[in-house]
């Protein structure tokens, strides 16, 4: 079992290297040498590469936690607050897509049952809070938040996947706060 300390020493590490030596600079040596720790320390803490990612995109990027604190907000305008997430969510997929493919490319395509939520836990989060706003009546009642939240995530990676690999086509810009929450059936 890990340590929390260092634990974040490695998240922080591995954080560090993405900003400044990109993806390819991630290895399992480098966010060692640099968290200042032995590579079995890595392997102990998160179990192996897949983990550290699954880790980093949890727990230390900057737009996971913009994204989960964007969807929680309490917003008495819906479709503005629908946006927002859907703004923060294409951030959230521009970082975590390059991140994830990586393991997909080394052939790491499963995720082990204890790695609770996957990659993509703040699906989960918007489901729970569209599930809220729901119960309190503040959405239509013939809405499925969990359809929704898949829909509304959906669109978003979808978007930052064509603006990673084609450059802005420029889709999100055609969505207005109002329509994106009338064709989602919340306005």
Known sequence: MGRPRVRNRILDAARDLLATEGLSGLTTRAVALHAGVTEASLFNNFGDKTGLLQALINEALPEQTALTERITEDNKQTASWLYGVFEAAI?????????????????????????????????????????????????PQHITPELTAVMLMGTAMHTAMTRLSLGDNGLSNHFTPQKLAETLGIA
């Open 91 to 139: 951030s959230y997929f521009e970082k975590v897509l390059p991140i994830a493919a990586s393991s997909l490319i080394a052939g790491q395509t499963s995720v082990p049952s204890d790695r609770v939520g996957g990659f993509y836990t703040p699906r989960k989060i918007l489901s729970d809070r569209l599930q809220t706003l729901k119960d309190s009546q503040r959405l």
